[in-house]
């Protein structure tokens, strides 16, 4: 009975490693694959897979990024840029 319970537990624990692994995996894959241009002084940048994941985000107008630009300093909604073409 013990070990039933242990095994519950760690069914639990390897589910849950499982969907932190896939939402890193989702959210490195998107931060690998998006980047951002400031909509102050257009500067195009990229963000961290941390700064990807805790930035707020909306879909309007192709989608953006409340983000501070790492050049004029300022906070924008940044326009998402997606980096599956090559860059032009
Ligand atoms: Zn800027």
Known sequence: ??????DSTWGLAIWLALIIVGIYLLVRWHAG??????RKCGCEFHLSVLKDFITPHGLGNGGWKFLKCPKCRRWSRATV???TKEDS
């Open 33 to 38: 694959s998006f980047g951002y241009r400031c």
């Open 81 to 83: 840029l997606q980096r």
């Open 1 to 6: 009975m013990g070990l039933l319970g242990m």
